[in-house]
Nanobody, 124 residues
Framework: QVQLVESGGGLVQTGESLRLSCAAS????????MGWFRQAPGKEREFVAA????????YYAESVKGRFTISADTAKNMVYLQMDSLKPEDTAVYYC?????????????????WGQGTQVAVSS
């Protein structure tokens, strides 16, 4: 079992930055993949970014590439999402996710555990 707790959401203006954190506890193995997803009102949950625990390789959705950075501190079991140049369309609840797969994934079924989410709102 893995428990995930997100923090760091809030209300910002267009162009500003936020840093989300995800504290993971439980059985985090070297084959773990950690991801961030988001869900805007009335829309499906979508992939944002992922990082592989064993080598810190990363993967991003095209919509955030160049603006968001995912990182991890494996010693502290923490995952971060640095979000720069935020836009109103980034407004959503952001979820941290964990999975055990051979490769990084961008699909919801690639992840087994989910946090409760943290709200990010970007005003224009």
């Amino acid at each position: 079992q893995v428990q995930l707790v997100e923090s760091g959401g809030g209300l910002v203006q267009t162009g500003e930055s936020l840093r989300l954190s995800c504290a993971a506890s439980g059985r985090i193995t070297t084959s773990a993949n950690m991801g961030w997803f988001r869900q805007a009102p009335g829309k499906e949950r979508e992939f944002v970014a992922a990082i592989r625990w064993i080598n810190l390789n990363t993967y991003y959705a095209e919509s955030v590439k160049g603006r968001f950075t995912i990182s991890a501190d494996t010693a502290k079991n923490m995952v971060y999402l640095q979000m720069d140049s935020l836009k109103p369309e980034d407004t959503a609840v952001y979820y941290c996710a964990a999975g055990q797969r051979l490769r990084l994934g961008a699909r919801l079924p690639d992840y087994d555990y989910w946090g409760q989410g943290t709200q990010v709102a970007v005003s224009s």
